[in-house]
């Protein structure tokens, strides 16, 4: 990575000139920095017209919303191309395509989606597109199936979980997710009048043993190439249409870890519905939240099933009833998943705009005490909540 140095908007456009595959590159002009995540530089690369044509991104040598005092690899950017050009096999209509990654530069270029919008800011407007959980269930059926043992040989398998190994990143998830919400750690992040809550995250020893499990299932279960980090702020949709970005968590992991992640987003809107729309608005927002979890779910099963049995390749893994009772399994990891995704969302490190956008500090208060509550209830329960009707009927019972 000798050669690496932060683009200024004047490189991301030469960048987007030279690899951006256009037939008249020189009609791109101008570059604005975009980027709100947490982590990289995003550019826009404009023609002449004002109209964006591409996008540019480069991951920066350390946590962008921490600083450089939080040092990351640069390598995160081959993980990210390379996990986003997999999963673009698998399922092109719901992933963005890259079209070019220079390794020595951390950066990439892919298509420009300015005519769709991030879903978590059109779930926080309470704007609904009827397509887009039915899509990303089919999304991570096709990207997961076609990454799994049911679909590789064996030896593909071991080569494609040795190049997509990802220890970095994997470690801000294991601490993120699983250890600092319960101990005391100054990356935590919640109001003082929350101090009773967190306190009792941490002394909680059901929960603790219930996220050890958890933990250890995401350090250990290499079933299929996961997203890593498939929260609605890494969703494009438009009418009809809906793309997944932001792969740079990727790695092979347990598929109800990206289940469990993409549920605990619509859940975490759930909570935060109240103190961002109407009384009536968000009362079919929440209903909306809870179909939209149910037609994910159905959504990604059937497909599974459906790959499962056309395309398994093993013998032993296609004899008859194996591939639902992997889903099984899958389906009770997901739902602890989603469980640690809600609460490290609430007093961890990074939060959600569905919750901390809301203006009302009390109202704030209320919704973060709800995501806690449900989440430590899915933790918990996960073993006995057996379906996703049987989910929906906690959700309801925890308000
Ligand atoms: C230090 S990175 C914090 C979070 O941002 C990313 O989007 C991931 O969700 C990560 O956990
Ligand atoms: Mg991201």
Not at 55 to 64: D, E
Request: glycine share 8%; net charge negative; hydrophobic share 45%.
């Amino acid at each position: 990575m000798s050669h690496y140095y932060t683009f200024t908007a004047d490189d991301a456009v030469a960048f987007a000139r030279q690899f951006g595959g256009l037939a008249d590159p020189s009609g791109l002009v101008a570059a604005r920095e975009v980027g709100d995540g947490n982590l990289n530089l995003v550019f826009k690369i404009f023609d002449e017209s004002g109209v964006s044509r591409l996008v540019v991104k480069q991951a920066l040598p350390y946590v962008r919303c921490v600083g450089e005092s939080w040092p990351l690899t640069l390598d995160r950017a081959r993980l990210e191309a390379q996990t986003l050009i997999e999963h673009h096999r698998h399922s092109p209509a719901h992933t963005v395509k890259i079209r070019h990654f220079e390794p020595a530069l951390a950066a990439m270029v892919m298509d420009d989606l300015s005519d769709h919008r991030i879903w978590r800011g059109e779930l926080i407007a309470g704007r609904h597109y009827p397509r887009a959980a039915a899509q990303l269930g089919r999304y991570l059926a096709d990207a997961l199936f076609h990454t799994s043992d049911f679909f590789l040989h064996p030896h593909e398998k071991k080569r494609q979980v040795a190049a997509f190994t990802n220890p970095e990143m994997c470690e801000i998830t294991e601490d993120l997710f699983f250890t600092d919400p319960y101990q005391e750690q100054e990356r935590n992040s919640y109001p003082p009048q929350l101090e009773a809550d967190a306190a009792a995250l941490r002394d909680d020893l059901p929960l603790h043993q219930a996220v050890a499990g958890l933990k250890h299932r995401f350090l250990s279960g290499a079933e299929a190439l996961l997203h890593g980090d498939i929260h609605s702020g890494s969703i494009f949709v438009a009418e009809g249409s809906l793309k997944a970005i932001d792969a740079e968590f990727g790695y092979y992991g347990p598929v109800g870890f990206d289940i469990g992640t993409a549920i605990g987003n619509l859940l975490l809107n759930y909570c935060g519905a109240p103190g961002q729309l109407g009384l009536r608005e968000a009362a079919a927002a929440r209903e909306q939240r809870l179909v939209d979890i149910q037609t994910l779910w159905h959504t990604f099963q059937t497909q599974f099933l459906s790959l499962a049995h056309e395309k398994t390749r093993d013998a032993a893994l296609a004899v008859p009833g194996y591939a639902a009772l992997f889903l099984a399994s899958v389906w009770r990891d997901a739902v602890g998943f989603c469980g640690t995704e809600l609460i490290r969302r609430s007093v961890g490190l990074s939060h959600v705009a569905d919750i901390d956008t809301i203006a009302d500090e009390e109202m704030r208060h209320a919704c973060l005490r709800h995501a806690i509550a449900l989440g430590r209830a899915l933790v918990v329960l996960a073993p006995r909540i057996d379906s996703v009707e049987a989910l929906i009927a906690r959700v309801r019972q925890y308000g």
